[in-house]
């Protein structure tokens, strides 16, 4: 039944993989639950019949990398009473964003026969950057369980419960063995945003920062024990700097930092 | 003389990413037909240069959300094929069990997400479930199915983080895959119901003519369905290693859309993706998938691309029957993966992502960083077809009025379950609005 008091949500796409969004549609137990609460009015990947703005809930998924985006991300704000970013792309540019680290031109020239035509902002920002954002969810691929968790948290008008600690703190919920310590794994996990569980350590990987940065990291630490005690090289560090989350202010500066740094420590 | 007419639709829903379609006709017949992508290119095989070839996996996974798997298979392939690295059979029937998962979630999304609200007459399937509220549900217990496989070997459904060149980061234990089979065994049953209900759907006539038959190209293996192992095969005859995939393919820079549409040197459009791994390898379907075609009285041979759907959800069954082949007769590789030093080399390799064909090709430097890497996806090896069918089928429809002819153009399109956000790392911004044509 069409009921004009159920909050409208809409997902919106700018440059990145699907998979953020595609995680509300994995939420396979939970889907027409939501879809009782809410009205999912403008969902491209899910529905061809949009309905007409405003909406009370908008999603972002993606970056900005075109000057139409540019223009469009701002009349998604215009429209959205509440406009949460989901997933790296949106909340820090995406691996996209490696082109604010070199020449676009030459990626262009490498990858189209006619670099020419091709319409491309030589940045991939976060939506952060050209709008006001209500909230932002980090994540590469977003978690389904925090996505649900915000979207309840809107709809319940309280904020969500997110926490920002680092994917440390999840080993050690999980009862992992760090594989720092153990195994002498390089990781990320502590500087890196909690939400994935701490998949990689419990799989025998180091984290590759997925999810981006924890509040507060602290990366010149991190990456001084990358260097002394894993044995590092200087381009190592910085290639795990610069991933999923390169824009990310607080990777984006590490990253600057270890690059000019002429190799005292 | 008589007026064009232009059916135009600036984003086209139910596929994954963002395309539009252009279409200029009259009563004198179809004169220009765009599909157009103007999601904006996000250079993966530019910023790939430089970075370390253990990485491919984890970056190239990015392409797509829908089918990460499928992208990760072809990277390690291929980074394995210039190292010199063959996996075990222990290893690689783990890989085989994994992309099973991502065929079954992905083929499912497609098959009640996007396609079948077509055929019933629904925007989406959170509409349709208002009045099929159990068809619904069953979509969704299939694909959640599909994504507990992967979510165990890969860690996550969507970009997994387990798999690794020379094999995974960590391998299950039999005891932990057997949890899963009742679930396997369940789901495999609504797959099944999966296969007769979608072959009940109603279905548009189409069939090119004689003179204009598509080819059909998948990888072949002689023992197996064919996932990460074969060679390219086609239904006009080819029969190629992988690595003489450069040339026989070319992406072929089209001016009106400033797109690379790939051919088939010399021969042009060709048709990748389920129903050419199914006419192609028929045989190697499990006897369960025969026989519910043959209960059904589905051919060995499918040549209407709106009846991929009933393909799709016989691959999805297939998928469940060799998941659960594969679990019960699983031996615990003896290591994780295989260990090995980069050297100056290239690789290539192609797998059966769930939209087809996926060819990626890197070449590394002694110390293992990637100088050079070439990917193809499905979307783009299919986009000259869908222009193609779109072009034959509109004439037999323009009695149609013009809603639903638009929709019969974009159920058309569909039928390829195109990945834009696949195909757009080479796919220019193009976007067009009423009134004004972007060029």
Redesign the interface.
């Known amino acids: 039944m069409g009921n004009a008091t159920r909050p409208k949500l809409a997902v919106w ?11 509300l ?2 939420c ?2 939970e ?2 639950q939501l ?1 009782d609460k809410m009205d ?1 009015a403008y ?8 309905v007409e703005g405003p909406y009370d809930l908008s999603l972002v998924e993606g970056s900005i ?2 000057a ?2 540019e223009r469009r991300i701002r009349e998604v704000r215009a429209q959205s009473r509440a406009l949460v970013t989901i997933g790296a792309c949106a909340t820090a540019g ?3 964003a ?2 604010n680290f ?1 020449d ?1 031109e ?3 020239s ?5 670099p020419e ?4 902002l030589k940045t991939s920002t976060p939506i952060s950057a050209h709008v006001p954002v209500d909230f932002e969810l980090q994540g ?2 977003i978690n389904k369980r925090q996505l649900l968790e915000v979207i309840s948290a809107f709809l319940y008008r309280r904020p969500p419960q997110v926490p920002p600690h680092s994917v440390c703190i999840e080993c050690k919920i999980r009862g992992n063995v760090c594989v720092w310590v153990a195994h002498g794994t390089p990781c990320m996990g502590p500087v890196t945003h909690a939400g ?1 569980g701490a ?2 350590p ?4 180091g984290c ?1 920062a ?1 999810y981006g940065p924890k509040e507060n990291p602290n990366t010149e630490s991190l990456c001084h024990w990358w260097k002394t005690e894993l044995g590092a090289d200087k381009a190592t560090v910085v ?1 795990n700097l610069r ?2 989350n390169a824009a990310a202010p607080a990777f984006e500066t590490a990253s600057r930092r270890e690059e000019q740094d002429n190799g005292e420590k | 003389m008589a007026k064009s007419k232009t059916i135009k639709v600036d984003y086209l829903a139910r596929v994954e990413g963002e395309g539009a379609l252009y279409i200029r006709y009259d009563d004198g017949g179809v004169h220009d037909v765009k599909l157009k992508i103007f999601e904006p290119p996000r250079f993966f095989e530019g910023f790939m240069r430089g970075r370390d070839y253990l990485e491919a996996p984890d970056i190239t996974a990015r392409i797509c959300g829908i089918c990460p798997v499928a992208y990760q298979m072809s990277a390690l392939h291929a980074m394995e094929d210039a190292l010199g690295l063959v996996p075990t059979p222990e290893l690689s029937a783990l890989r085989r069990l994994i992309y099973c998962g991502e065929w079954i979630e992905s083929h499912t999304l497609h098959i009640y997400m996007l396609h079948a609200p077509d055929f019933l007459g629904y925007p989406s399937a959170v509409a349709m479930a208002k009045d099929h509220p159990k068809i619904v549900q069953v979509g969704l217990q299939i694909k959640k199915a599909g994504n507990a496989i992967v979510k165990l070997l890969g860690g996550r459904e969507i970009h997994p983080i387990n798999v690794r060149v020379g094999g995974f980061y960590r391998v299950p234990a039999a005891s932990e895959l057997k949890p899963l089979r009742e679930q396997l065994l369940q789901a495999r049953d609504m797959a099944a119901e999966t296969v007769r209900w979608a072959a009940s759907l109603p279905f548009p006539k189409f069939e090119r003519s004689a003179e204009d038959q598509y080819e059909f190209v998948a990888l072949s293996h002689s023992q197996e369905y064919p996932m990460n192992k074969g060679r390219i095969a086609s239904t006009r005859g080819l029969d190629i290693p992988v690595s003489e995939y450069d040339s026989h393919f070319r992406e072929e820079h089209v001016e009106y859309t400033n797109a690379l549409h790939s051919v088939l040197v010399e021969r042009g459009a060709y048709f990748v993706g389920p129903m050419a791994r199914y006419n192609l390898n028929y045989d190697r379907l499990s006897p369960l998938v025969r026989q519910t075609a043959e209960d059904i009285g589905f051919p060995p041979f499918c040549a209407n691309p709106f009846q991929s759907i009933v393909v799709r959800s016989l691959e999805v069954l297939y998928a469940f029957d060799e998941a659960l082949r594969i679990i019960d007769g699983y031996q615990q590789p003896q290591e994780p993966y295989l260990n090995t030093e980069p050297r100056a080399s290239t690789g290539c390799a192609a797998t059966e992502a769930p939209r087809g064909l996926l060819y990626h090709r890197y070449s590394i430097d002694e110390r293992g960083k990637i100088t050079d890497a070439k990917i193809v996806p499905p979307t783009s090896q299919n986009q000259k077809t869908i222009e193609d069918d779109l072009r034959h089928m509109l004439p037999k429809f323009l009695h149609l009025p013009e809603d639903k002819l638009q929709a019969q153009c974009e159920q058309a399109i569909r039928n390829y379950d195109p990945c834009i956000s696949c195909s757009t790392h080479f796919l220019q911004l193009h976007l067009e609005r009423s009134g004004r044509v972007g060029q």
Not at chain 1, 13 to 23: I, M, P, V, Y
Not at chain 1, 43 to 50: L, N, Y
Not at chain 1, 110 to 114: E, G, N, R, S, T
């Open positions: 796409k700018f440059a990145s993989c699907d998979g953020c969004q595609l995680s549609l994995d396979e137990d889907l027409l879809a999912i969902f491209m990947e899910a529905s061809s019949q949009p990398t075109t139409e985006d995406g691996i996209q490696l082109r070199a676009v030459e990626f262009t490498i990858v189209y026969a006619h035509t091709i319409a491309t590469c691929p994935c998949l990689c419990t799989y025998n990987r590759y997925c290639e991933n999923f």
